[in-house]
């Protein structure tokens, strides 16, 4: 089965702190994504990666930035963390290639910003 | 981002009682899938359809890939406690890449004793 870890379950921060998101997925999978979701509003996509070192933007990525520097682990950072941050972030992982568009969810991180 | 239209929103139903959510489009997709999402949890993959007018059972879940390729829907049958959740859908767009997903708003579950 495919396994997607987020670092952690829930996260308390200071506003004006820079914070870090970790994900790590264990099936060689070319292509990792973060989301955050918030009632009301679904799931949106804050970046996405389809390659080591490779990184683009997905519908609302201001505020974030990410890095991934080795294929199983996809990192989102909040470079200045503001209460409007307040999320659920999920992190995704899918194979790639054409009709390989099935993506697995780690168990989200509830990040708070005080 | 594109838009996929899901409804119900929300769903209050008795335990036995048969389910059926949507999600339609404006766009052509090339793949729909289903999540479950418990509380507190990430989403995890129901079913995933790849070709328009495909019929795929899990269980008790059924799920149709729309022959226009801009909708979908899901059945769940003599429904349980544990069918509680959102219910997402979700679609790859015609000609997208590795850009991701596009979600449906979810559909909430809630099973009334």
């Known amino acids: 089965d495919v396994k997607v870890t987020q670092s952690s379950r829930y996260l308390v921060k200071r506003t004006g702190e820079k914070v870090f998101l970790e994900c790590v997925q264990d099936m060689d999978h070319e292509n990792m994504f973060w989301y955050r979701q918030d009632p009301g509003l679904g799931l949106r996509l804050i970046y996405f990666s389809y390659d080591v070192k490779m990184k683009e933007k997905g519908d609302i990525p201001e505020g974030y930035s990410v890095s991934r520097e080795k294929k199983e682990r996809f990192s989102l950072i909040l470079e200045s963390a503001s209460t409007n941050q307040t999320s659920m972030y999920l992190c995704?992982?899918?194979?790639?290639?054409?009709?390989?568009?099935?993506?697995?969810f780690g168990q989200g991180t509830r990040l708070t910003v005080v | 981002g594109q838009q996929l239209n899901q409804s119900p929103q929300s769903m209050f139903i008795q335990e036995g009682e048969d389910v059926s959510m949507n999600c339609t489009s404006s766009?052509?997709?090339?793949?729909w899938l289903w999540y479950k999402q418990d509380p507190g949890e990430g989403p995890v993959l129901l079913i995933a359809?790849?070709?328009?007018?495909e019929l795929t059972s899990n269980g008790r879940l059924t799920a149709q890939f729309g022959i226009t390729r801009k909708d979908s829907f899901l059945n769940i049958s003599a429904s349980i406690p544990s069918d509680v959740g959102i219910y997402f859908c979700?679609?790859?767009?015609?000609?997208?890449?590795?850009?991701?997903?596009?979600f449906g708003k979810g559909t909430h579950l809630i099973i009334q004793p």
């Open positions: 979700a679609g790859q767009l015609r000609g997208g890449g590795a850009d991701g997903l596009t």
């Open positions: 995704a992982s899918s194979l790639g290639g054409q009709g390989a568009t099935e993506a697995f």
């Open positions: 766009s052509i997709f090339n793949t």
């Open positions: 359809l790849y070709k328009a007018g």
